[in-house]
Nanobody
């Protein structure tokens, strides 16, 4: 059973940085595509960034140039480095794993950016 645990959220001032981590267990991490989503209360969950098993990445337009997704297969962990944070980045951030055609979610970590 795939399990995901996010960490690294918190309160930061606009212009600051945070790094989110997603610890993965229960399957073969290197064979699993990973993604970060975010959700604001009352709105749909939105894709932030995705990283494939080969390391290929893609990003939502609203984070391009500011956020970087990465993975460390030796540590079974995916990361989201967030720089130049804006108040509109305030959201709950969720890690998603795509393995063997199934999707798994973590419980999320909250990021709050103050102006």
């Amino acid at each position: 059973q795939v399990q995901l645990e996010e960490s690294g959220g918190g309160l930061v001032q606009a212009g600051g940085s945070l790094r989110l981590s997603c610890a993965f267990s229960g399957s073969i991490f290197r064979a699993t595509a990973m993604a970060w989503y975010r959700q604001v209360l009352g709105k749909q969950r939105a894709l932030v960034a995705r990283i494939g098993t080969t390391g290929s990445t893609n990003y939502a337009d609203f984070v391009k140039g500011r956020f970087t997704i990465s993975r460390d297969n030796a540590k079974n962990t995916a990361y989201l480095q967030m720089n130049s944070l804006k108040p509109e980045d305030t959201a709950a951030y969720y890690c998603q794993a795509n393995w063997a055609g199934a999707y798994y979610w973590g419980k999320g970590t909250v990021v709050t950016v103050s102006s």
